[in-house]
């Protein structure tokens, strides 16, 4: 900070002095262009008078024996199809046609015309006044409008001695300034702002930092607070849903539903137990940087599973999953694992869209075993893929409240992917879908 308010008063002077510096040359450039401007126009008004009763080679010599070798001024007469007829800086027969310059065309149009521009002719900045004759010619005056370059280069030096000289005293003052400032404010207990000795304009700014850690430290607290009170609340439901299953499963149900719905209601039930579990345990997952005890993982089967389960909620919609069984196994831990695709199959269906589809791939790869979920959904957008796996951080807030979740799935699929060592990445086209990779590495250490 000391170096920061030392080099801003420095930069400050500085700046101050340059600045002062270009407004002063812009200034002087003004006046000097509104005063030739009305010379210019001055003398203009005196050439026509002289020459405007004469025909025209008497208006030529007139102007050869006024104007030839003059190097303050140019001047050019042309015809009224814009053909040069004379130049007193140039050879006028190898001159191009004037008739489509802007301050031609106006003169022609209003009698006067100007304008400010580089001379396709000499190459440089002019500005140009030219009057329409009473025999239908022009008579135009130019003249380089960069004549102040060599004024602000007479006085180039005085600014910079005076530059030197601000330098040299901003140096030490604003050194000696911060280190009186800085006093203070380096002998402050950010615990103790209120006894703080310090200048009161920055009691606020400390104050408001001490706040600040505090929130922080607060969200951090309510943010597990929250996962745990979600976790609370559907523990109960799901008790229930659990509850009424084996009740189905002893005989409260019509028999030809017994069996199916009674299965796939308590294995549902028992599932979403074990996610819970998991939900309140995230907070450990962040801690864990592997698996303490990997056991050989079926993918393809844990895979097959979670689309089982998923079926119902699938078809309802008329969304088709595609997936083709190949035994392929990992090291890793069951659990998490099955929380991970269920996860991200859960995800392609919640945000596909109805009658779409979903892809699912399970193999071995150059790089490992890699599992695949493709879905034809509402897809990304680009600056959201980041930040997905984030906890509570939903795309679509809308959608998301319309088909549920606490947005804490892909939070999940990040830190068991962590655990098992391994990646995960987001291709994703905004209205046309989602495809998510996770690779796991063909080998873990146990």
């Known amino acids: 900070m000391r170096k920061v308010i030392n080099n801003t008063l420095r930069i ?74 004379y130049d007193n800086e140039s050879d006028a027969r190898t001159m191009e046609n004037h008739l489509e310059r802007p301050e031609i065309q106006e003169a022609l149009s209003t009698g006067i015309g100007e304008g400010n521009r580089n001379s396709e002719t000499i190459g440089t900045k002019i500005y ?23 004024v602000g280069m007479s006085i180039l030096p005085i600014v ?35 006894k703080a000795d310090i200048y009161d304009e920055l009691k606020p700014f400390f104050a408001r930092i001490a706040n600040e850690n505090e929130e922080k430290a607060e969200a951090e607290k309510i943010r597990r607070e929250f996962t745990a009170n979600v976790s609370h609340e559907l523990k109960t439901p799901l008790t229930t849903i659990s509850g009424y299953a084996q009740m189905i499963n002893n005989g409260m149900a019509k028999p ?24 309140i345990n995230l907070s450990n997952l962040d801690e864990r940087t592997g698996i303490e005890k990997p056991e050989d993982v079926d993918l393809s089967l844990v895979t097959e599973e979670a689309i089982y389960v998923l079926e119902k909620a699938a078809k309802e919609r008329g969304i088709q999953i595609f997936y083709s069984k190949t035994p392929t196994f990992i090291k890793g831990n069951a659990t998490l694992i099955s929380e991970l695709v269920y996860n991200l199959l859960d995800n392609a269906v919640k945000y596909n869209k109805d009658n779409g ?25 680009k600056e959201d893929t980041e930040r997905i796996f984030e906890r509570f951080y939903r795309v679509d807030k809308s959608h998301s409240k319309k088909v549920g979740g606490t947005g804490l799935g892909l939070s999940i699929v990040k830190h068991v992917c962590a655990c098992h060592n391994a990646k995960i990445r987001v291709k994703s086209i905004v209205g046309k879908g989602t495809t998510i990779y996770v690779t796991f590495p063909q080998k873990m250490n146990d």
């Open 160 to 194: 910079l001695i005076i530059l030197i000289a601000v330098i040299a005293i901003a140096f030490p003052v604003s050194k000696g300034l911060t280190k009186h400032i800085m006093e203070p404010i380096n002998s402050v207990d950010i615990n103790n702002i209120g």
């Open 256 to 279: 030809e539903d017994i069996n199916e719905f009674g299965r796939k209601i308590e294995k549902e039930s028992d599932r979403l137990l074990t996610l819970i579990d998991d939900i």
């Open 12 to 85: 400050f002077v500085i700046s101050a002095v340059l600045i002062s510096t270009v407004l002063m040359f812009i200034t002087y450039y003004t006046q000097f262009s509104l005063k030739e401007r009305e010379n210019i126009k001055s003398r203009m008004n005196t050439v026509v008078s002289c020459i405007d009763n004469y025909d025209t080679e008497t208006a030529l010599e007139i102007l050869r024996n006024a104007y030839e070798g003059s190097d303050d001024i140019r001047i050019t007469l042309m015809r009224s199809d814009g053909e040069v007829i």
């Open 357 to 381: 589809k979903i892809t699912v791939f399970v193999g071995e790869t150059a790089e490992g075993v890699e599992l695949s979920v493709k879905d034809s959904g509402i897809g990304i957008p």
């Open 128 to 150: 140009y006044y030219a009057v329409r004759l009473p025999n239908g010619s022009v008579l135009r005056m130019s003249q380089p409008t960069d004549v102040i370059r060599g």
